[in-house]
Nanobody, 116 residues
Framework: QVQLVESGGGLVQPGGSLRLSCAAS????????IKWYRQAPGKERELVAS????????NYADSVKGRFTISRDNDNNTAYIEMNSLKPEDTADYYC?????????WGQGTRVTVSS
């Protein structure tokens, strides 16, 4: 079955960096776009970034543009989001998401905390 597993979250100081990974299985990864969402405490889930199936088209929320980079490795069925210049307002649970055959699949999430 389709599975998405995020990893790489943790505690980081403001201005720091983290790279999150999303390991996919159970479907032909290279055929589907991947999205990263986040949900901060008390807030709605928001779309952070997306990447097309071949990785040639990426989009970012205005709040992360220039600081975050989404990428993918289709040979290893993994998507990434590199997060630089992190701010306290980036604190959230981060999720990867994929729509496979009209159904949305989500990982369990990984927590990022930006604090001094």
């Amino acid at each position: 079955q389709v599975q998405l597993v995020e990893s790489g979250g943790g505690l980081v100081q403001p201005g720091g960096s983290l790279r999150l990974s999303c390991a996919a299985s159970g479907f032909t990864f290279r055929n589907y776009a991947i999205k990263w969402y986040r949900q901060a405490p008390g807030k709605e889930r928001e779309l952070v970034a997306s990447i097309s199936s071949f990785g040639d088209n990426t989009n970012y929320a205005d709040s992360v543009k220039g600081r975050f980079t989404i990428s993918r490795d289709n040979d290893n069925n993994t998507a990434y989001i590199e997060m630089n210049s992190l701010k306290p307002e980036d604190t959230a649970d981060y999720y990867c998401q994929c729509k496979v055959r009209s159904r949305h699949y989500w990982g369990q999430g990984t927590r990022v905390t930006v604090s001094s």
